[in-house]
């Protein structure tokens, strides 16, 4: 091996780096996640660089600091600068992941339309298509101004010297993986070359006050490809879920250090792009049956906003030895542990059934404000009485069968009443807080037997 370069083995879960082969990474604790790489020492080390560095920093007392949030840029996409909080701050860097297929190229590109008719200047690096490629997508989308410019590469040296020569406020790299540093000898995509990538462009960003986005491969597992350490370098992740089959997607913020990271924005993927879906309620509700057993609506909070959902069970007896429990949209452990508490609490015979519960629309609500719709329809089923097609209910249920209050329960009664439910079957504390409120019936229950003679009262 030449002088000055050694090998180096990175966990690709992690970004922890060791001089050997492990089988278990120390830092996350994942079997087989090492790989390796050749790295050049001389180009890591960049000792002239640091000394000059260091001879320039300076240090400046916070009060001196000028900063307010007129500094964001609204991206005049309501969902995305809800889930932004508010929009994109100047020097900010934004990682953007989610499946292949699922929208991210689209979004950020309908991004840039919006910004660059403005007037402000925009800059798509891409290192993936050619410009007739992008052209023909942007043909698809809208008319663009002539303040966006394409540009199509992957050595960094080549964009940073771009970027410093055009300075645009606003940066579009898709994608983090297909970028490379000529110093790091690894290949493109690889843990170093990630991670060298990202720490370019963070230092662009802050250094020149420009806000840019990242787009991010994901694995089968469903986080961004590469180290983590890439999430913990930037400002906000965020991920864009949904079935590439389906027309609905979820962009939701898994971390934001200007804002919620409970937001959430949808959108419905059309032939023209990417469009807002303002009221996600409705389309969540639309083609719920009537008169079916099984089927409830629920109420869930994502940041400030209230969704309403339709949750599905279907009980019926199992033709093998062991029952089968299937859950799609929620988690699979709380609807076991939902099943196991009608048992003991209620006496419901659900060993030997079969259970799938699913939350219609394809989204994933995890809050344990579903918990009574979960448990709602799965009563329903198993006796086979349908709930009334007014009825709402939600609430967090515990191992004693108890119902526990949530949070945020007026804004979710409020949302109900104006989709017009005339009935809301809620923790017993929600209501007692809440007082009077006029237009809905408010049925509070303590427990799930009494939440079951709510239900056959609704009927």
Aim: proline share 3%.
């Amino acid at each position: 091996m030449a002088k000055g370069k050694a090998t180096v083995f990175f966990c690709q879960n992690c970004g922890y780096e060791s001089s050997k082969w492990l089988g278990q990474c120390p830092g996350c604790r994942e079997w087989n996640t090492f790989v390796e790489e050749v790295i050049d020492k001389k180009s890591v080390s960049s000792s002239g660089k640091l000394k000059s560095y260091l001879q320039k920093a300076e240090v400046v007392p916070l009060s001196k600091v000028k900063a307010s949030d007129d500094e964001r840029i609204t991206t005049e996409m309501k969902e995305l600068d809800r889930v932004l909080g508010g929009g994109v701050v100047k020097g900010s860097l934004v990682l953007v992941g989610g499946d292949p297929g699922i929208g991210k190229s689209t979004l950020l590109l309908q991004v840039c339309r919006n910004l660059s008719n403005r007037n402000l200047p925009i800059l798509y690096v891409s290192g993936e298509e050619s410009l007739q490629q992008i052209k023909i997508r942007a043909q698809r989308i809208g008319e663009f101004s002539d303040s966006l410019k394409l540009l199509c590469e992957t050595n960094l040296d080549t964009i940073r010297e771009t970027i410093e020569r055009e300075k645009p406020q606003v940066v579009v790299i898709d994608s983090i993986q297909t970028m490379y540093n000529e110093s790091v000898t690894s290949a493109p995509g690889s843990v170093s070359q990630v991670r060298e990538a990202t720490g370019v462009f963070m230092q662009i960003a802050k250094g020149m006050g420009i806000s840019i986005f990242i787009v991010g491969h994901v694995t089968k597992e469903g986080v961004v490809a590469g180290p983590r350490v890439l999430e913990h370098m930037v400002d906000t992740v965020l991920y864009f879920e949904g079935d590439r089959h389906q027309s609905y997607r979820i962009l939701r913020g898994v971390k934001n250090r200007f804002g919620s990271t409970n937001e959430i924005g949808v959108f419905e993927m059309r032939h023209e792009g990417l469009v807002e879906v303002e009221n996600p309620s409705e389309f969540m509700l639309s083609g719920k049956p009537e008169g079916a057993s099984g089927s409830v609506v629920a109420c869930s909070m994502e940041g400030t906003r209230p969704i309403l959902l339709e949750v599905q069970a279907l009980i019926c007896r199992t033709s093998f030895g062991m029952p089968r429990r299937t859950a799609t949209g929620t988690d699979y452990n709380r609807v076991n542990l939902l099943m196991a508490v009608l048992e003991k609490r209620l006496g419901m015979d659900l060993a030997n059934c079969d259970a799938y519960v699913n939350i219609a629309g394809g989204i994933r609500m995890n809050e344990p404000a579903i918990d009574l719709g979960i448990v709602l329809a799965i009563m329903s089923s198993h006796f086979d009485k349908p709930i009334n097609e007014k009825t709402i209910c939600f609430g967090e249920v515990g191992l004693s069968g108890e119902v526990r209050g949530v949070s945020m329960a007026e804004q979710r009664v409020q949302e109900a009443r104006k989709l017009g439910f005339e009935t809301c079957i809620l923790p017993q504390v929600c209501k007692d807080v809440m007082g009077n409120v006029t237009g809905i019936t408010l049925i509070g229950v303590k427990n799930v037997k009494e939440a079951l003679d709510a239900m056959n009262r609704g009927r």
